[in-house]
């Protein structure tokens, strides 16, 4: 069982850096902003510092700073020279700090879920979605009869 949730995760990872590459050659020479958000039960770790690992040089991380996905994808893209931009989302109901700020600041988002959380970063997903920001969600295993991920365009 253990093989079969890796190979999934490896799965979902490949197909959100490939949305990320083609996004970034079609935004070409503007950096593509990606956001990463993540539930704080997400516990491999790893996953996130391979996504910030092997994305396009002119990315920019966007998260967070409220979960240990986001502080860790913040650090790996520091580590690993991108440029990054943090939102304080600890005070959600002042404007500009809101997930929808970071949402609405974005080209593409890649979601680490933990498969139960139905929490602040659902809601996010949502909002990107509904205003047509791809979102990739690298979780345990898809949820029964969902799609994979959604189509980039």
């Given at each position: 069982m253990e093989r079969i949730i890796v190979?999934?995760?490896?799965?979902q990872?490949?197909?959100?850096?490939?949305?990320?590459?083609?996004?970034?050659?079609?935004q070409s020479p503007q950096p593509l902003r990606v956001a990463v958000i993540g539930e704080p039960a997400f516990a491999p770790l790893s996953l996130v510092t391979s996504l910030i690992a092997h994305l396009p040089a002119s990315c920019v991380v966007v998260a967070g700073n409220t979960s240990k996905v986001e502080q860790h994808a913040l650090a790996s893209a520091r580590r690993y020279g991108y440029t990054?931009?943090?939102y304080s989302l600890e005070k959600p109901m002042q404007p500009g700090n809101t997930a929808d700020a970071l949402v609405q600041s974005v080209s593409i988002i890649v979601a680490f879920w933990d498969?139960?959380?139905?929490?602040?970063?659902?809601?996010a997903t949502v909002t990107a979605r509904q205003a047509g920001i791809p979102v990739f969600v690298i979780a345990p295993h898809p949820p029964p009869n969902a799609p994979v991920q959604n189509t980039l365009f």
């Amino acid at each position: 069982m253990e093989r079969i949730i890796v190979a999934s995760h490896v799965a979902q990872l490949a197909s959100a850096l490939h949305a990320i590459s083609v996004l970034a050659l079609q935004q070409s020479p503007q950096p593509l902003r990606v956001a990463v958000i993540g539930e704080p039960a997400f516990a491999p770790l790893s996953l996130v510092t391979s996504l910030i690992a092997h994305l396009p040089a002119s990315c920019v991380v966007v998260a967070g700073n409220t979960s240990k996905v986001e502080q860790h994808a913040l650090a790996s893209a520091r580590r690993y020279g991108y440029t990054v931009e943090e939102y304080s989302l600890e005070k959600p109901m002042q404007p500009g700090n809101t997930a929808d700020a970071l949402v609405q600041s974005v080209s593409i988002i890649v979601a680490f879920w933990d498969g139960i959380s139905q929490g602040l970063h659902s809601n996010a997903t949502v909002t990107a979605r509904q205003a047509g920001i791809p979102v990739f969600v690298i979780a345990p295993h898809p949820p029964p009869n969902a799609p994979v991920q959604n189509t980039l365009f």
